[in-house]
């Protein structure tokens, strides 16, 4: 079933179908129920962009798990600040847990560098990041290991599928590139 739907304009061209996003969804989620078969894992999203991913990936476990929130904000408008900060932390201990960090996308890399590094100072049992979209850009990311990739995007701003900008297009059900002039 195709949700591009002809009411959910695209402020840009779409770079991820619904349809390719339910396939990627639904691989992340058999790559993981497998890998975590007889465990019990915490999935940890990031807020808020990462919500609607999280929501749609879950219905693909077919292993017991937990969901977490933190709220993290690197970004202002379309621009990495370079400086992660803390909004709303777990409130729940990940001592001796199978930790998944599950992120919408990865930019240049700086908030999972920084979450991945916190949460490892807490004594999980495991810990590895599932991402969505991860941007081409090699050489910004070295270091940081995505044990599950959804898909790889060129070096754009993309809104859609719970990424936003200013808290703006995230219902759309595909991922678009926010076009010039397209901004609401
Ligand atoms: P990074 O720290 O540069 O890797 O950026 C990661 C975070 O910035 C993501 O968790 C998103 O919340 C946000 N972000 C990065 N790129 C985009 C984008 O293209 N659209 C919307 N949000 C983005
Ligand atoms: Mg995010």
Redesign the pocket.
């Known amino acids: 079933m195709s949700r591009n739907r002809p009411d959910h304009p695209s402020p840009g061209e779409i770079l991820v179908t619904a349809a390719e996003i339910d396939d990627i969804v639904a691989r992340l989620g058999q790559e993981i129920s497998r890998d975590y078969a007889g465990r019990h894992p915490v999935l940890i999203s ?1 807020l808020k ?2 919500v609607v991913f999280l929501a749609d990936l879950i219905r693909h476990l077919t292993i017991p798990h937990h969901i977490e929130f933190m709220r993290v904000s ?2 202002d408008s ?1 621009q ?1 600040s370079g400086v ?1 900060r803390i909004v709303s932390d777990l409130d729940t201990s990940i001592e001796g847990r199978d930790v998944l960090l599950i ?10 560098a920084y979450i991945v590094d916190m949460l490892r100072l807490r004594n999980p049992g495991s810990l590895e990041v599932c991402a969505l979209l991860r ?1 081409r850009v090699t050489s910004r990311q070295a270091g940081i290991p995505i044990r599950y990739l959804g898909h790889e995007i060129s070096d ?4 859609g599928y719970g ?3 200013d808290e703006n297009y995230r219902n759309l059900p595909f991922i678009a590139a926010l076009a010039p002039g397209a901004i609401r």
């Open positions: 990031l962009g990462g690197s970004y379309t990495s992660v992120e919408d996308v990865v930019d240049t890399g700086t908030t999972l941007k754009t701003f993309v809104v990424l936003d900008h």
